[in-house]
């Protein structure tokens, strides 16, 4: 378990969206086929990534959507819930806060913070808007794990090392700057311009056919 | 160029950004050593992913920077610009049509759709907001090439399907469920709770390595 490509925890988090949606819909079971195709992988891909962390199908049977449902979110470390600040309450950051089923995904906002003081001491979504000096003091006080930056570019290097400072355990940035951290801490970029720029890559190759390994 | 990973198409898009980066630094020449720890991967997949589409550096002498840049970017298809349309202009898709420096990368907002009465013709970063069912037209009208679906995950696959019948070519989906379009039809997901998933995988697991490659 010592060396899984980054790839692989991607698809294991589409897989366990997929199975969400067949069990929203009852259904019981499903096959590495079929996950496979929901995914635009190859089911020997499915089948790679899932023997990583064990077996969970029967050869022939295929998998039960609510139990394959739980070891992933098992595997992912889905069944606690973590607690997260925002730093930068822009419309990003708004957006964000107000996003729809946010916590039914045992993700639990806990703090906003931004250096606009007209933005400080505001509500936004049942919670104030603090300076983020305040950082240290809530991230222990709420056992804050996890910090996103939707900050500027220019400010998200200083946002990351706030949050480091102030003891989180990721990062989750919004930002499009790449940002540098201790190599304990582990940083998601969620870049919508990077997926624009790999789409314009792919509308430019029609003819080009992907990997699917 | 027949089977190029998706993997190698996200690399190529984070090392522009390093490149972007340090041409704004008046930097002028770069190695795979550093583009490699920037990125947090090896240089000899920096090499590998470059090299699936010629031969750029120069042995002991590493990269230009401007001309790596300029490369990168025409192999991405960022030499030209890209028309979008926005399919749901609730908080997430104003922070979008919002987004500072949103036209300065060569994506130019041309449409912004919503089916809620109180939205139609509201302006919006200057642009009218018209019902889907007038996507046909101002797809043509416009020459749109790409649709950023940020609706419920409820309407996710109506929202696609309207979009690749008025003649998309790309989908840039914000909304957290998998969605079907007809294989031409390239889809980039920007789940941000995939992201978190990722993250809290990682955080559970921290002696966990990542696989460079």
Do not use: C
């Not at 899932?50 to 070891?71: D, I, K, N, W």
């Not at 913070?113 to 104030?128: N, V, Y």
């Not at 570019?153 to 090392?161: K, L, N, S």
């Amino acid at each position: 378990m010592s060396t899984i490509p980054t790839a692989t925890i991607s698809r294991l988090v589409t897989y366990l969206r997929i199975l969400e949606q067949l069990e929203s819909q009852g259904i019981k079971r499903t096959s590495s086929e079929h996950l496979a195709e929901e995914a635009q992988v190859s089911a020997f891909q499915v089948r790679k990534d899932l023997a990583y962390f064990g077996r969970f199908g029967t050869r022939g049977a295929g998998y039960t959507v609510p139990t394959l449902r739980r070891e992933l979110r098992r595997i992912l470390g889905l069944t606690r819930s973590w607690n997260v600040a925002i730093i930068g309450m822009g419309r990003l950051g708004q957006a964000i806060a107000n996003y729809p089923n946010f916590d039914s995904y045992d993700f639990i906002l806990k703090g906003l913070f931004d250096t606009d003081p007209e933005k400080i001491g505001q509500s936004i979504s049942g919670l104030e808007v603090f300076h983020p000096e305040q950082l240290p003091r809530l991230v222990k006080e709420k056992g804050i794990d996890i910090g996103f930056i939707t900050v500027s570019p220019e400010a998200a290097q200083i946002a990351a090392d706030a949050l480091v400072q102030a003891g989180i355990r990721g990062i989750l940035n919004f930002a499009p700057a790449v940002i540098n951290v201790p190599k304990e801490i582990h940083v998601e970029p969620v870049d919508f311009l990077a997926g624009l720029k790999r789409l314009s890559f792919y509308i430019q190759n029609p003819q080009l056919k992907e990997e699917l390994a």
